[in-house]
């Protein structure tokens, strides 16, 4: 099931509604205008039966229409593609996909955030802003999404979004208190052709 | 007692008896539960030493229904798939499958404590070819992963993923659903919602169709436009029971409107009289309601095949009416028409009778319920008639003069200038007889039960579309397989298992067996073992993981445990059980291996199977083909059998004269099955022949009785075509038993009607008027 999720940067934007569905709103509004993305990502799993967390770093690339590659080069490489046709597969040294089972979900998720397609979470998930300083201000905000369904509940307590410009950073939280957090860092995006 | 007191005690009995009829049927159908439409219903059950497992699989199979809806807007789709399943789950005979959440969870706890000892195949490959390092590599690379697949357990319990694989093999549908509210699955670019559940009762109560179609039925207009683009695919043997139930009705409204309609204008044509017209309603109405009460005395339900046959009843019954309202006509008395009429009756109505009584001999459960409707039906026209002698009296009316000047005019002379021709008319007979023969030979015979499916293109269009999409299994074909215990038969299933799979990639597997969910005790112990050893042992896969993790892996020093000697198939929970077919259906001394849709081993593997102790294929589809090939020779024989006793009765009742009725009824017969059986002679067509032998029989009778007449003639044609009018409209029906009943009797009747007069005259040798110009 769900193991990882990421999400793409947000432009920094002035909202005009700051009520929670408001903001959601718009920051859907926004994430729908990007095109391209480009960045690196460093990811840190926390699991209580091992000694140490466990960390990885790698690239991404987005583009609107053909999905997602996400490269995790070390410490160990491998190459996952989502795409909206193919769903979610893994390359294998040979460049051939390997689809992944029960993997629909992860491609709905990875390919809703950073589409801004926000309705599709939302056969899934309790998308919340979480109050605080808004985004009117281009200060830190934070978004959390609750698993609707007691089965997804049960494989994942939470994800926590958080950025101020962009997405900065993503927190996965388990039921059993196993974590994982991804920190981003974009170095290339662009808007959609009209 | 005077004659006229008699008289008409008779007839106050009879109408008596009528009464107590029509309550009696009337309080039934109220009641409900009168009638089925369960087309399997027709044919025999068979005893194949494996029919409790034929019944296992069909009922569980046919309870069950599918509705995949799908709409360009996955929301709308959504919304309108949650109306649906609401919709469906307020109905009393309807369950919904539902609790899948709590379905996963109750298999993940009790599957638990066993997890090291159930691998799926692929699993238990890779460990046996792998090395450690490379087992373990393949699980560090996945926790690096951003994906990582389906987890029945936490890492922390089950670090390689053993449950996750195993769950994938037994459900492998399963985890190609999205775990939106409705479960859905992309497919073809398109987002399609399963709503699924059984029907309490059988498919083929129309109490359970219609809960069903009531909803289907009124959904779209209900949603309104939120419907729109989206389609709705159906899956389930109710749909096509439903369906065929609304052929069957919308048949019998057809056929007994038709022949009504019919019978109705050629009594106003004929008779113009309004008496006449009572005499037929009244023998219609006897006939009808002495079917109906003795069918239901008889039979638990009436099928709505037989009512759907039982229509042309109207069309026979009527006969004998017309034969004695023509005699009245001609002699203005009832008991004198009554008289002349009574014995060509009786001889008519009782080989009628005894055709149809030879299809109780057959094994068919329809047929034989179709000859009681028939035989009763037949019985209540003849009585009704007999009834009418006593009592009918009808004021003068139109004369029957012009039918019977168009009888002398046109019919008689036309018959007697080819009678005059009787050699070469017996040669060109004879001939046609040889050709038809000849031509029923090449044409041979077809047995394949599938012929006799009724659903429309399109329902099973969209059965395959469900069936591609979610991967069904064929309940036609599996294997039984038995043994002593249990252990022996899951031994036995997992050598047949390995026989039909064992050279095809996991995700090309055909077999669907029980062994997947609970194997044999000594699978489990060796699949244990290999865990034991290649994963959990002292230079097993998890010290090689634990390095990579840089971890001390404490926690899995533990694992895999000891091997749990207690797992057995009737262990799993009901509930979990009932999802797993294979599960559901093994018992202590047998199980059965299922296939999937679509996918047939090579023949050298059937056979090689066949060798297997204990084990049984079953193809449902042969057998009931075999089945009806079996019958129909049997039948054949029969048909055989009676025409040889038919023919030493006709000599010994009517001497040279019988060869009229032979001849006429043989003709009859080859001609109405070389017009009718251009795919092959069914057991259908067989069947259908021994009404073709009762209706000719019927006319050549009356002929004989009452002679090459104007009357009887008329009454002749009057009958034939009330009968070829109701198996005319049959000969068009969409449900294949009652299109080949149809059109054999329809031209087996036109042949009669064409050919027994022409027969009577040349037996008859009579002269031909001079007025003709021809020889005699």
């Known amino acids: 099931m769900l193991t990882i999720l990421v999400v793409g940067p947000v432009p920094a934007v002035v909202f005009g509604d700051e009520s929670p569905a408001g903001f959601i709103s718009g920051?859907?509004?926004?994430?729908?205008?990007?095109?391209?993305?480009?960045?690196?990502?460093?990811?840190?799993?926390?699991?209580?039966?091992?000694?140490?967390?466990?960390?990885?770093?790698?690239?991404?690339?987005?583009?609107?229409?053909?999905?997602?590659?996400?490269?995790?080069?070390?410490?160990?490489a491998s190459?996952?593609?989502?795409?909206?046709?193919?769903?979610?597969?893994?390359?294998?040294?040979?460049?051939?996909?390997?689809?992944?089972?029960?993997?629909?979900?992860?491609?709905?998720?990875?390919?809703?955030?950073?589409?801004?397609?926000?309705?599709?979470?939302?056969?899934y998930f309790r998308v919340e802003h979480e109050q605080g300083v808004t985004a009117r201000e281009g200060d830190h905000w934070e978004l959390r999404l609750t698993p609707l369904r007691k089965q997804l509940a049960e494989h994942l307590r939470s994800i926590a979004i958080a950025g101020t410009q962009l997405v900065e950073s993503i927190t996965l939280l388990e039921p059993n208190g196993d974590r994982t957090e991804i920190v981003f860092e974009t170095t290339e995006s662009g808007e959609k052709f009209h | 007692m005077s004659a006229p007191v008699m008289h008409r005690y008779l007839v106050g009995l009879w109408l008596l008896g009528l009464l107590i009829g029509g309550l009696y049927c009337g309080e039934r159908i109220l009641r409900g539960e009168v009638f089925q439409s369960n087309i399997l219903g027709l044919i025999p059950e068979r005893d194949e030493g494996g029919q409790s497992v034929y019944s296992g699989v069909t009922k569980n199979f046919e309870k069950r229904f599918v509705v995949m809806l799908s709409h360009p807007d996955p929301h709308q789709g959504s919304a309108l798939a949650v109306a649906l399943k609401e919709k469906l789950a307020q109905q009393d005979l309807v369950d919904m499958n539902g609790a899948s959440e709590s379905l996963l969870g109750e298999l993940r706890d009790f599957f638990k404590p066993y997890r090291h000892q159930l691998l799926a195949?692929?699993?238990?490959?890779?460990?046996?070819?792998?090395?450690p390092q490379d087992l373990a590599a393949s699980v560090v690379t996945g926790l690096y992963s951003p994906v990582s697949g389906f987890r029945l357990y936490p890492f922390a319990d089950d670090p390689f993923n053993?449950?996750?694989?195993?769950?994938?093999?037994?459900?492998?549908?399963?985890?190609?659903?999205?775990?939106?509210?409705?479960?859905?699955?992309?497919?073809?670019?398109?987002?399609?919602?399963?709503?699924?559940?059984?029907?309490?009762?059988?498919p083929f109560d129309l109490a359970s169709q219609q809960a069903l179609s009531t909803v289907l039925d009124d959904f779209p207009s209900q949603s309104g436009t939120q419907m729109g683009d989206a389609d709705l695919l159906f899956s389930g043997v109710i749909f096509h029971a439903t369906e065929a139930a609304r052929l069957a009705r919308s048949e019998i409204s057809t056929v007994g409107s038709g022949s009504l309609l019919g019978i109705l204008l050629l009594v106003i044509a004929v008779f113009r009289s309004r008496r006449a017209?009572?005499?037929?309603?009244?023998?219609?109405?006897?006939?009808?309601?002495?079917?109906?009460?003795?069918?239901?005395?008889?039979?638990?339900?009436?099928?709505?095949?037989?009512?759907?046959?039982?229509?042309?009843l109207l069309g026979l019954a009527v006969d004998y009416c017309f034969h004695f309202l023509i005699k009245y006509r001609v002699h203005g008395d009832a008991l004198v028409a009554g008289r002349l009429i009574r014995k060509g009756l009786l001889i008519s109505a009782g080989s009628s009778i005894a055709a149809y009584l030879v299809q109780l001999v057959s094994p068919f459960p329809g047929l034989?319920?179709?000859?009681?409707?028939?035989?009763?039906?037949?019985?209540?026209?003849?009585?009704?008639?007999?009834?009418?002698?006593?009592?009918?009296?009808?004021?003068?009316?139109?004369?029957?003069?012009?039918?019977?000047?168009?009888?002398?005019?046109?019919?008689?002379?036309?018959?007697?200038?080819?009678?005059?021709?009787?050699?070469?008319?017996?040669?060109?007979?004879?001939?046609?007889?040889?050709?038809?023969?000849?031509?029923?030979?090449?044409?041979?015979?077809?047995?394949?039960?599938?012929?006799l499916n009724s659903s429309s293109q399109s329902l099973l269009d969209s059965e395959r579309k469900v069936q591609t999409l979610l991967g069904g299994i064929d309940p036609q074909r599996y294997w039984v397989v038995a043994g002593q215990d249990q252990q022996q038969v899951l031994e036995r299933t997992e050598k047949v298992v390995a026989a039909i799979d064992d050279d095809r990639a996991p995700t090309a597997r055909l077999a669907v067996a029980v062994t997947a969910m609970v194997p044999?005790?000594?699978?489990?112990?060796?699949?244990?073992?290999?865990?034991?050893?290649?994963?959990?042992?002292?230079?097993?896969a998890v010290t090689v993981m634990c390095v990579m993790l840089q971890s001390d892996c404490s926690q899995w020093q533990s694992l895999p445990g000891d091997v749990l000697d207690e797992l057995e198939p009737s262990g799993v929970p009901a509930t979990v059980a009932a999802r797993f077919l294979p599960a559901a259906l093994t018992t202590e001394n047998r199980s059965i291996v299922l296939l999937r849709q679509g996918a047939l081993p090579a023949q050298r593997k059937l056979e090689s199977m066949a060798e297997l102790p204990g084990v049984t294929y079953v193809d449902q589809v042969q057998v009931l083909s075999e089945t009806l090939k079996s019958f129909r020779i049997e039948v054949t024989m029969l048909l055989a059998a009676f025409l040889g006793v038919f023919s030493l009765a006709c000599i010994f009742f009517y001497g040279r004269r019988g060869s009229v009725v032979l001849v006429s009824v043989?003709?009859?017969?080859?001609?109405?099955?070389?017009?009718?059986?251009?795919?092959?002679?069914?057991?259908?067509?067989?069947?259908?022949?021994?009404?073709?032998l009762g209706l000719t029989v019927d006319a050549a009778v009356f002929y004989l009785e009452l002679g090459l007449n104007g009357e009887t003639w008329l009454a002749s044609t009057l009958a034939s075509a009330t009968s070829i009018l109701a198996f005319g409209l049959l000969a068009l029906s969409d449900v294949p038993l009652l299109h080949h009943f149809g059109s054999v009797v329809f031209f087996g009747l036109l042949a009669a009607w064409l050919i027994t007069p022409l027969m009577f005259q040349l037996a008859r040798g009579g002269t031909v008027p001079a007025s003709l110009g021809l020889k005699s």
Not at chain 1, 104 to 122: K, Q, T
Not at chain 2, 162 to 185: D, H, K, M, N, Y
Not at chain 2, 288 to 295: C, D, E, G, Q, R
Not at chain 2, 521 to 538: K, N, T
Request: proline share 3%; aromatic share 10%.
């Open chain 2, 520 to 540: 044999s005790l000594a699978a489990q112990r060796g699949d244990h073992a290999l865990v034991a050893s290649r994963l959990y042992g002292s230079d097993g």
């Open chain 2, 121 to 131: 195949v692929e699993t238990r490959q890779r460990l046996l070819a792998q090395n």
């Open chain 1, 79 to 123: 190459v996952v593609r989502i795409s909206p046709d193919q769903g979610v597969v893994v390359v294998d040294d040979r460049n051939n996909p390997q689809p992944v089972p029960a993997s629909e979900l992860v491609g709905v998720i990875f390919l809703g955030v950073f589409s801004g397609d926000f309705s599709r979470l939302n056969d």
């Open chain 1, 27 to 76: 920051l859907a509004q926004r994430l729908a205008k990007t095109g391209q993305l480009e960045g690196t990502f460093e990811q840190t799993r926390y699991i209580s039966v091992l000694s140490i967390p466990l960390r990885s770093s790698g690239t991404f690339t987005y583009q609107r229409g053909e999905g997602i590659v996400w490269r995790t080069l070390e410490p160990v």
């Open chain 2, 666 to 692: 043989l003709a009859s017969m080859f001609v109405s099955l070389a017009l009718s059986a251009a795919g092959g002679v069914t057991l259908f067509h067989v069947l259908a022949l021994l009404l073709v």
């Open chain 2, 162 to 202: 053993l449950g996750g694989a195993w769950f994938q093999e037994v459900f492998p549908e399963a985890v190609r659903f999205r775990g939106t509210e409705i479960p859905s699955l992309r497919a073809e670019g398109r987002i399609w919602y399963l709503i699924d559940g059984q029907v309490r009762g059988s």
């Open chain 2, 368 to 451: 034989q319920q179709l000859a009681v409707f028939l035989v009763a039906g037949l019985v209540g026209a003849c009585s009704a008639v007999l009834v009418l002698t006593l009592c009918f009296r009808e004021l003068p009316s139109a004369s029957l003069s012009p039918w019977l000047i168009f009888f002398s005019t046109r019919v008689e002379p036309a018959y007697l200038r080819l009678g005059a021709r009787r050699l070469q008319l017996c040669c060109s007979l004879a001939a046609v007889l040889a050709l038809l023969a000849g031509y029923l030979y090449w044409l041979g015979s077809s047995d394949d039960i599938r012929h």
């Open chain 2, 277 to 312: 017209l009572a005499a037929i309603a009244f023998t219609l109405l006897s006939s009808v309601l002495m079917a109906l009460t003795i069918s239901l005395l008889v039979f638990d339900r009436v099928h709505l095949v037989t009512l759907a046959f039982g229509t042309t």
